[in-house]
């Protein structure tokens, strides 16, 4: 039995962390076996660079190049410790970002050679490779908007960049959809929870055998 991948991307405050919630619980009530995991992080050594990237004083003036790099680090390990021994078991792995935010945040926003950042990504990921990504597409002000009400001002090492990066990052991802229709679901993040669930649920429930 092969198991389901599906990655949840978006600029910040979009709302993923809520609809993975929420599409983990009506698996798991279903009897299905889930994964939930998010980038970076989900292994100790993930979770150790995830706060080098966010939080820790020494990411101060990080280079775009070690921010690529630190990020696939991050992901080479999840990869292969948590998300493909899932896949292999049969289980549903929902996996908050994956390959498609270092091709959108580092690549498009950062800059960065898209062949390089393209090489680098499959080297990290191997084989692994979402049977489905759900875009929640919102705007940047709004979004922001959101993160610094959640947040009480205290905003991570990313979300400290200006509004432009995030207006990047979102034409990234939608042209990143439109080269890859077969596997993306765009939905509007600033429909009700309810709605976003609810797609979700109507493009996951096929894919269930």
């Known amino acids: 039995m092969t198991g389901l991948f599906i990655t949840f991307e ?19 009530n279903q009897g299905q076996q889930v994964l939930q995991t998010r980038e970076p992080g989900g292994t100790p050594l993930g979770e ?9 004083k020494a990411g101060a ?22 998300i493909l021994p899932a896949i292999a078991k049969g289980e549903i792995v929902l996996c908050d970002r994956f390959m498609d935010s270092t091709t959108v945040y580092q690549g498009v926003a950062r800059q960065i050679d898209s062949q390089a950042v393209a090489a680098i990504n499959r080297f990290a990921v191997g084989e692994a490779r979402p049977d489905l990504t759900i875009l929640i597409d919102l705007s940047p002000e709004v979004g922001m908007a959101r993160v610094h009400a959640r947040c009480d001002g205290e905003l991570d090492r990313i979300e400290q960049e200006a509004i432009e990066f995030f207006q990047a990052v979102r034409t990234g991802y939608l042209k990143l959809a439109e080269s890859e229709p077969e596997r993306f679901l765009v939905l509007d993040g600033s429909a009700s929870v309810e709605t976003l669930e609810r797609q979700i649920w109507a493009a996951v429930q096929p894919r269930l055998g």
């Open 10 to 28: 978006g600029t910040e405050g979009c709302g993923k962390s809520t609809q993975i919630n929420a599409l983990a619980a009506r698996l798991q």
């Open 48 to 56: 150790a660079v995830r706060n080098l990237l966010q939080h820790d």
């Open 61 to 82: 003036g990080m280079s775009p190049e070690a921010e690529l790099l630190l990020f696939t680090a991050s992901r080479a390990q999840l990869t292969r410790e948590r």
